[in-house]
């Protein structure tokens, strides 16, 4: 047999093969031979028979998700649109359809179009979660935070919200936030072992976002009956990634009572969706001495509950280091903004402004200390903190004493 007529044998082999795709009717057929070329990556001749077997049932679902596939697979992702509207409206509780959507909403690159698939969406039928966080997390991107944080304030008050969907929710609130005045006022009440005056703390601060990092300035003024000081700070938030974000904290002092310099620097990295890490350092300066101290911290979310231990470490004073633990503990109620908290420790750490100082003056000694309160809003503007504290500790070797420590805080964001 000559080469012409081996060549004629292969085109005729093909035009039969092309003829069969074009004339079978068998629609199950027509399914699983897609598929297999699906598998095998023939993503082009796959989606010849997923129109071949649309054209002969068009409620085939299974057929209509291939085709899906098959176009995004070959970069068509506007023309797949179609085909998930059709699922969406006639099957959107088939198996595997709403993934399907949120996918395909995700490799959808210009938020816009994304968002006009959404709203096209929700024209015959009710968002699921998964897609209303998704739209949340479009419009901020798009710039919109207010649209955006109505959805995520909406979303936080489902009870049934499950801890990984919670976190997103948590990032997207963080970062719909633009600004924010607020005051601080603290009250230290010490018993009579200490022979002191109360102390008295006010602290009025601005937050501003830049895109999704915040920047807070603030001034702490202490009073302590005998004397007074004013700690200047300046402290940014900046986000990383969804994952990633650090804290970062400069602060100086015109006084005694504060240390003359003060630098924070902590890294946050969300590992396994629901927990959050944390490391870090602090640096204090006072007049000639410097105190560093290590921190690792580990959060956890889990349902409406926000638990997180950390670990102070340092500084060393007069060959003695010095150690803080505590855990934090929050119970959301209706969203982020509204929840009770507890704190329970040992030591002092060294981001207490107000009372490291007693560090200095007993680095060996041990103190306890508690403190519950309640972060609550009235309207979207208004949020308010209330909370009491007791703390408990050694004065000298053979002496106790008793703090008790009330805060009160407002802010108004806008």
Known sequence: MNRSHLLFLFFFAFLKMNAQQITEKNTDSLYFQGLELYQN????????YTNRGLQLAPEYHDIRIL??????????????TTDLEFLMQNAQDYPGVRELTVRHTKLLKDPEDALAYLEQLEKTQ??????????????????DKRASREIALDLFNNR????????????????????????????????????RDNWQTISPEF???FNSSAVIARVNYIDRGYDQSTLYELESYPVFSNKVYAFLNLGISDGTLYPDLRTSASLFVNIFSIFELETGARLLHFSDEDYYSGILG??????????????????EINDQLTQNYQLNVRYYLNDADNFFFLRLGTGISPDETTIFTQVQEN?????????LGLNFTIGP???????????????TSNRQGDQFIGNVGYRYRF
């Open 160 to 195: 049934e919200l499950d801890q990984n969907k919670r976190y997103v929710l948590q990032n997207i609130l963080k970062r719909t936030i633009r600004d924010e005045i607020g005051v601080n006022y603290q009250y230290i009440y010490f018993s009579d072992e200490y022979n």
């Open 381 to 395: 503007h208004h949020i308010f903190q209330v909370g009491g504290g007791y703390l408990f500790e050694d004065i």
């Open 126 to 143: 009710s968002l699921s979660a998964n897609m209303l966080i998704l739209k949340s997390e479009l419009l901020l991107q798009n710039k």
């Open 41 to 48: 990556k023939q993503y082009q001749q796959s989606l010849q």
């Open 298 to 315: 580990l959060t956890m979310y889990k349902g409406k509950f926000y638990i997180n231990t950390r670990v102070f470490l340092g500084p």
């Open 363 to 371: 680095p060996s000694l041990e103190a306890y200390y508690s403190n």
């Open 207 to 209: 937050q501003h976002y």
């Open 67 to 80: 085709r899906v596939r098959n176009l995004w697979a070959l970069d068509s992702i506007v023309q797949a």
